[in-house]
């Protein structure tokens, strides 16, 4: 959020002036004004770029056939959430993932058949978008066009890393994701699908995920994995956490194509004043099944134990992770997830809020270079205090859909438009908005 609010709709300014006198330990602001992140264009700008899109398309007939799909930059993650922290992995994982032996040796081969030791992948997006509610504002709302360069390395910055010992096989991975204006459209998803509603205003976030896993094996069918993650939510303006968690999981191949485990994980969580610290612990059974060749299914679920620190009495809840993927017909893809977990709000003091989330994507390939997608999505966020006098009364129900439709140019450059209209209902309106996005992008990647 800008640290100047001149030109701020009113109920902004009202409400951090509320929250200047509720917490002055974390939630201040400086009196200098911030720049803004967009930047204005006229409607020629706009036409010059759907110019070149059909440019492009035309031009791609001319092309040989491509086989490798495009990577448009709404369909970054699998998962859409009103929180701003990146999503649970990608699901469903495939029947391997759980298998000591080959977990996490999936990836791309060299031409002599030896696993690539070094992956990397560049990714430049430009973008130009009409946006109807620019400032996801429920009292005021203001249109505008505005153009978007988004270099990526990675969802930012991404270092992954695994050694294979004769029974043991390590994984690591770091992401850090440096972001501004994260409710609104960010280089993790540029459509604004991932939208931080907690919030719900421009704000600085930087996000550093840090995920080690260890696969033993015990026997031909029977191996361990034991996990670690940490996870740091850091908020210049408002409310930081740090989560820190590890978990170990007994799992069993029960047959070629199925896979179960049972196990459970323990963590604390550190959250800035007067917020309390708390801790928690989860039991969850895991499954794997690989259906068909065209159908394979993910599920992980359970139950979570929350403590806070004697502020408040113990909080018991439901956790889960599904998905599933499904390819009925060549060139189509069908993906649906669910998922829920627990929360820190970066704005309100003294409360989490549960996230449940489902989301379906679609995608068909037309003629090798053409792949017109569908997204659609809802998420519920329910606050809950964490200290014992606290109404947390707030509950979100947002909801999304984007249609899309992007062309292979080449082998590393695409181009595509989309629409996208998402809305959020809350228990208190200043949260509720609705905004229509239409944009033209292009993208290089390498």
């Known amino acids: 959020m800008g640290e100047s609010y001149v030109g701020a709709p009113i109920a902004v300014r009202l409400l951090v002036e509320q929250l200047r006198s509720y917490r002055p330990m974390r939630s201040q602001f400086s009196a200098r004004a911030r720049a803004g992140i967009l930047t204005r264009w006229c409607g020629m700008g706009l036409a010059l770029q759907m110019g070149i899109f059909i440019v492009c398309?035309?031009?791609?007939?001319?092309?040989?056939?491509?086989?490798?799909?495009?990577?448009?930059?709404?369909?970054?993650?699998?998962?859409?959430?009103?929180?701003?922290?990146?999503?649970?992995?990608?699901?469903?994982?495939?029947?391997?993932?759980?298998?000591?032996?080959?977990?996490?040796?999936?990836?791309?081969?060299?031409?002599?058949?030896?696993?690539?030791?070094?992956?990397?992948n560049l990714r430049l997006t430009v973008r130009g978008v009409y946006d109807d509610n620019i400032f996801i504002s429920h009292v005021i709302r203001g249109s505008d066009y505005y153009f978007a360069i988004e270099p990526m390395i990675k969802h930012l910055i991404r270092l992954e890393g695994q050694y294979r010992f004769s029974r043991l096989t390590l994984n690591l991975s770091q992401d850090v994701a440096i972001l501004d204006g994260a409710n609104l459209n960010s280089t993790l998803d540029?459509?604004?699908?991932?939208?931080?509603?907690?919030?719900?205003?421009?704000?600085?976030?930087?996000?550093?995920?840090?995920r080690l896993r260890a696969n033993y094996e015990l026997s031909g069918k029977l191996f361990l994995t034991g996990e670690f993650d940490a996870s740091i939510y850091d908020y210049p303006d408002f409310i930081s956490s740090e989560i820190f968690s590890g978990g170990l999981y007994i799992n069993y191949n029960w047959t070629p194509k199925v896979v179960v485990g049972i196990g459970g994980t323990a963590g604390y969580d550190l959250v800035d004043d007067p917020n309390p610290d708390q801790t928690f612990e989860q039991a969850n059974v895991r499954i794997n099944y690989q259906m068909t060749g065209k159908l394979s299914l993910t599920a992980s679920g359970g139950v979570e134990f929350r403590q806070f620190e004697g502020h408040r009495g113990e909080r018991i809840s439901p956790v889960f992770e599904a998905g599933a993927v499904y390819h009925p017909f060549d060139g189509t893809t069908v993906t649906l997830t669910a998922s829920r977990r627990m929360l820190?709000?970066?704005?309100?003091?003294?409360?989490?809020?549960?996230?449940?989330?489902?989301?379906?994507?679609?995608?068909?390939?037309?003629?090798?270079r053409i792949y017109l997608g569908l997204a659609a999505g809802y998420e519920n966020a329910d606050y809950f205090s964490t200290v014992n006098g606290v109404s947390a009364t707030r509950d979100d129900d947002y909801y999304f859909v984007e249609p899309s439709v992007d062309v292979l140019i080449t082998r590393f450059w695409s181009a595509g438009v989309y629409y996208l209209h998402r809305e959020d209902i809350s228990s208190f309106d200043f949260f509720s908005f609705y905004d229509n996005q239409v944009g033209v992008r292009t993208t290089i990647r390498f």
């Open 57 to 120: 398309a035309f031009a791609a007939r001319a092309q040989d056939p491509i086989t490798e799909e495009p990577l448009p930059s709404s369909a970054d993650y699998t998962v859409a959430q009103t929180d701003p922290g990146p999503p649970p992995p990608s699901l469903p994982y495939p029947v391997d993932t759980y298998n000591s032996k080959s977990a996490a040796t999936a990836g791309e081969s060299d031409s002599s058949g030896e696993p690539r030791r070094f992956h990397y």
């Open 344 to 368: 820190n709000s970066g704005f309100f003091p003294d409360q989490d809020f549960a996230a449940t989330s489902v989301t379906l994507r679609i995608q068909q390939r037309l003629l090798q």
């Open 190 to 210: 540029t459509t604004g699908l991932q939208a931080n509603l907690d919030v719900s205003a421009r704000t600085r976030l930087n996000l550093y995920t840090t």
